[in-house]
């Protein structure tokens, strides 16, 4: 029987066309123990490990968090469950942003600094111009990694030509960290 976190792996592996082998020379973990994590058969893998191959696949730590939090309850959080009032963190703040509104900005605000046309930022993110494109549409998210590579490399331009002040970077990594509902 598999579980949410295996079922994530291996969709995501399989939407990069990735045998089992070739994620596990990418991440270093062991392809027998990823089958092992997408069957079923390790219930609570290690998770520096599982944090490895959610790199190499591109998996949001938010995704992550998600499964965790179906197999640890038992069953899928319904919507209303994170806030007690039945309203959503997003509704209650008209200024807050949800992950992939964040990382949209974040994206954008890089291809503007930088120069970059979708080909550059797939290099630049290690995906496809495809995966871009679902990001700049709001239907994927930056992974934990792409997030620190645009922090990093924005962070790198001082402010005023075009980069991320100090507070720009402190004030996107607080959103990051803030509880999300559903």
């Given at each position: 029987?598999?579980?949410?976190?295996g079922?994530?792996?291996?969709?995501?592996?399989?939407?990069?066309s990735?045998?089992?082998?070739r994620?596990?020379?990418?991440?270093g973990?062991?392809?027998?123990?990823?089958?092992?994590?997408?069957?079923?058969?390790?219930l609570k893998?290690p998770?520096?490990?599982?944090v490895r191959?959610a790199?190499?696949?591109?998996i949001s730590?938010?995704?992550?968090?998600?499964?965790?939090?179906?197999?640890q309850?038992?069953?899928?959080?319904?919507?209303?469950?994170?806030?007690?009032?039945?309203?959503?963190?997003?509704?209650?703040?008209?200024?807050a942003?949800?992950a992939?509104?964040?990382?949209?900005?974040l994206?954008?605000?890089?291809?503007?600094?930088l120069?970059?046309d979708?080909?550059?930022?797939?290099?630049?993110?290690?995906?496809?111009?495809?995966?871009?494109?679902r990001?700049r549409?709001?239907?994927d998210?930056?992974?934990?990694?792409?997030?620190?590579?645009?922090v990093?490399?924005?962070?790198?331009?001082?402010?005023?030509?075009g980069?991320?002040?100090?507070?720009?970077?402190?004030?996107?990594?607080?959103?990051?960290?803030?509880?999300?509902?559903?």
């Amino acid at each position: 029987m598999s579980t949410t976190l295996g079922r994530l792996l291996q969709s995501a592996r399989e939407e990069l066309s990735y045998s089992r082998t070739r994620a596990a020379e990418l991440s270093g973990v062991n392809a027998s123990t990823i089958e092992a994590w997408e069957v079923g058969r390790v219930l609570k893998p290690p998770f520096q490990d599982v944090v490895r191959l959610a790199r190499v696949l591109s998996i949001s730590m938010s995704d992550l968090e998600r499964c965790v939090m179906e197999e640890q309850d038992g069953e899928k959080p319904d919507d209303d469950s994170a806030e007690s009032d039945g309203e959503s963190a997003t509704s209650r703040d008209p200024t807050a942003r949800s992950a992939p509104e964040v990382g949209l900005a974040l994206l954008q605000r890089a291809t503007e600094v930088l120069g970059w046309d979708d080909g550059t930022a797939a290099q630049a993110l290690k995906t496809s111009k495809a995966r871009i494109g679902r990001l700049r549409r709001g239907t994927d998210e930056l992974s934990v990694v792409e997030v620190m590579t645009l922090v990093a490399m924005l962070a790198a331009f001082p402010s005023g030509r075009g980069g991320a002040t100090r507070a720009e970077v402190d004030d996107f990594l607080a959103r990051l960290r803030e509880p999300r509902a559903g």
